[in-house]
């Protein structure tokens, strides 16, 4: 949690997020991943200054427990001084312990955005999905939370302007933007209606357009001319290495060449022969390719 201090910008976990999303469409299959199509509503975790601190906890609690699917699970909620925004005891369930920093006392409109990463640690605890290392565990979880419904509420969480900052998850603000994005461009959701934080929405406009990046990659033809152009350049010099591009190239038998390149959608790696014209179908997230190989 950053709390009037510094908010780190720009994408350094990108390839950890990417990985998430994929990890994410791995463990739980294309059908359940669409069951997560309608995001946890603002008013389902609304908190009032006049509730009850416990009882409203608990109720946000619920309601997230609700969400993700996870029906036996119980949590209480307490509140204590830490460094960090909140922490989890990590059992067998079914009744889990939250614990929530001091300063949601009397910042409760953000408890929500606490309890959404705080629940899925036991929703990916349970489905025994996890990355190795503590910060890309973490990473994996905000990405999950987003991705799946209730991460809207961490991004809304930051707010920054001069005299102070408050920022709640592992990824950037932008990097929630991205998720956030990549989330709308495959269920049709706007999450930006629900921000009550103005640099929220410009985080999320910053990501919707990286997310939007993805789909204009070559060999998709929607590619831009001059990824085209180094593409043809790159097809032509086979096997040399291809730096910093998504795409690459390996033999296919005598004079023929397949590409493999990141589905825009899941990140899932997709491998086409290269013979002009191909539709392609992702077998992950059953996303349907245009490419022009």
């Keep these: 949690m950053t709390n009037d201090g510094p908010v780190q910008h720009g994408y350094p976990h990108l390839e950890t997020v990417r990985a998430s999303i994929n990890a994410l469409y791995k463990r739980l299959s294309y ?13 389902d975790v609304a908190f009032c200054d006049t509730d009850d601190l416990y009882l409203g906890a608990q109720r946000v609690a619920r309601e997230l427990v609700r969400h993700y699917r996870l029906p036996d699970a119980r949590f209480v909620v307490s509140f204590r001084e830490m460094t960090h925004a909140a922490n989890v005891e990590l059992t067998a369930g079914p009744e889990y312990f939250v614990e929530l920093n001091d300063r949601f006392r009397t910042h409760r409109r953000d408890i929500g955005a606490a309890l959404a990463h705080e629940v899925m640690h036991v ?3 349970r489905l025994d999905l996890s990355f190795p290392g503590v910060r890309e565990n973490e990473i994996l979880t905000d990405t999950a939370a987003t991705y799946l419904g209730a991460g809207w509420l961490l ?6 302007d001069a005299a102070s900052s408050q ?5 950037t603000p932008e990097e929630f933007g991205y998720v956030l994005a990549k989330r709308s461009l495959v269920f049709g959701e706007d999450p930006s209606v629900w921000f009550t934080s103005a640099q929220a929405y410009t985080a999320y406009v910053k990501g919707m357009t990286l997310a939007r990046e993805d789909s204009e990659q070559p060999p998709l033809t929607a590619a831009g001319w001059v990824g085209r152009r180094r593409y043809a350049r790159d097809r032509r010099h086979v096997p040399g290495p291809q730096p910093g591009v998504p795409y690459t190239f390996t033999p296919d038998g005598p004079g023929r060449l397949r590409v493999s390149f990141p589905c825009p959608t899941c990140h899932q ?11 392609a179908r992702c077998a ?8 022009d190989t």
């Design 31 to 43: 059908d359940t991943v669409q069951a997560f199509a309608t995001s946890v509503a603002p008013v």
């Design 123 to 125: 929703y990916l605890h």
């Design 155 to 160: 991004l809304d969480a930051y707010r920054e």
């Design 167 to 171: 920022k709640l998850g592992y990824l």
């Design 269 to 279: 790696r997709i491998r086409v022969p290269v013979r002009g014209r191909v539709r």
């Design 284 to 291: 992950l997230c059953r996303t349907v390719l245009e490419c």
